[in-house]
């Protein structure tokens, strides 16, 4: 069954993304540099926006699916949506109280501040169904829910750049439109199976809270390294080299697909067996060897996606973008430092030991801002993924420790006998 979803999961992401994949020589011929630049700036605000909007709590949901029953599973999840509700007003408030700094630094006008909030609540619901299906190990349904969106997305893409010119509007709007559709198909699909009963539940809410508020640090430090450094290059080098940046970065993040689309199985997979009364030295150390072949696939797939890459800019990707090459080793590089750092956090997400992560991974963020800045203003936009694999090395490491700490696993498995 592992090796199956595997299949099905890894498939459906590859073909989800190979189909935005597949605009870019159609994007890159009508948006420009400082367009992709634009449509980066905001993303990451979106982005931004996520961490705060519903808390991340679809990762409780996610672990208190193995451990509590469906009765107290569908209360457990009215109250996350009351929650995403809560704070979405929250943010509301926030951004319409700071909408002119926001509008100055982020290059765009105020109405899509709140397009970027009701985007945020979108993904979120679409998120949260999407959880559950990788729970129920329902990887064909998740696999067509989300080849829908993809089609979805990309067919107003088309329609709103090439067709009605649009520029950088359309990629933003056809996103907004594509996900708040399915959003609310999504809300529909959780109620028709049995995953609504809105009760409030003081006890779960504070669950949640539990689990959420040091997500915060936690998510933000990885938009810092994922996302924020694209404001900072937009306010340092400008629109158009953040635009190149950003497209290097959409090739570069083929190998983000292939570890996403592994670890919506594997966690799912680990928090089973976790889970599991008895747990034996014999099947820690199956784990443990499972993990040390993933990081030394993650060397050699490193190595075979740059050179595709090279190949799809040569004949793919239009001139104007030549230069974006140039980081798409080092960003492959960083997602694959990610993926070995989703080997290690998972126990720590298990154990909801979330509050010394925030402290991890933000330090770790805090680094990357500081060797960004600095970087940027001696590398230009290489020196975002120099400070990107630092910061990633650092982590990855910091965690792996913290979380042997917090669930000990035999990670020098040959001193142990058969």
Known sequence: MFLKNSIIYISTE??????????????????????????????????????????????????????????????????????????????????FLFQR??????????????????LAFAQFITLLNLTLWIAEKKSKAYGVYQILQTILISSMSILFVVALHYDWRGQVLANVLGTLSLSLFSFYLLYKRGY???????????????????????????????SGDRLLLISLIGASSTGLFTVGFQIGMIMSVLVSSFHKVWNPYLYEKLSLSEFTLKSKIKIVKFTYLYFIAM???????????????????????????????????????????????????FLKKTKQLAYIT?????????????????????????????????????????????????????????
Do not use: C
């Not at 400082?34 to 808390?55: E, H, K, N, P, Q």
């Not at 980081?327 to 989703?342: D, E, P, R, S």
């Open 14 to 95: 590859v073909l989800n993304k190979a189909i935005p994949f597949l605009l870019l020589p159609i994007l890159t011929k009508y948006l420009t540099p400082a367009d992709y630049g634009i449509i980066a700036s905001f993303t990451a605000f979106v982005s931004f926006l996520s961490i705060f909007i519903g808390l991340s709590i679809h990762g409780a949901v996610n672990v208190n699916f193995f451990t509590t029953s469906k009765e107290e599973l569908k209360v457990y999840i009215s109250n996350g949506i009351l929650l995403l509700l809560f704070t979405t007003v929250i943010v509301f408030f926030i951004v």
């Open 101 to 118: 700094q926001l509008s100055s630094h982020l290059l765009l006008g105020s109405e899509w501040l709140y397009i970027g909030i009701v």
């Open 196 to 226: 609504l009963q809105f009760k409030y539940q003081p006890k779960d809410m504070k669950d949640l809270l539990h689990f959420g508020i040091p997500m915060i640090p936690h998510n933000l430090s990885g938009w810092i390294e994922t």
């Open 299 to 349: 060397i050699f797939l490193v190595l075979i996606l740059n050179f595709i890459a090279k190949y799809i800019f040569l004949y793919l990707i239009d001139t104007q973008y030549a230069q974006s090459y140039q980081y798409v080793i080092y960003i492959l590089i960083t997602f694959a430092l990610n993926g070995a750092y989703f080997m290690v956090v998972s126990y720590i997400f």
């Open 362 to 418: 933000f330090s770790s963020s805090l680094i990357h801002v500081l060797l960004s800045y600095i970087f940027i203003n001696i590398y230009g936009a290489l020196g975002v993924v120099y400070s990107s694999i630092i910061s990633y090395t650092i982590m990855f490491l910091s965690v792996w420790y913290y979380s042997n700490k917090v669930y000990p696993m035999p990670w020098r498995f040959w001193r142990y006998n058969d």
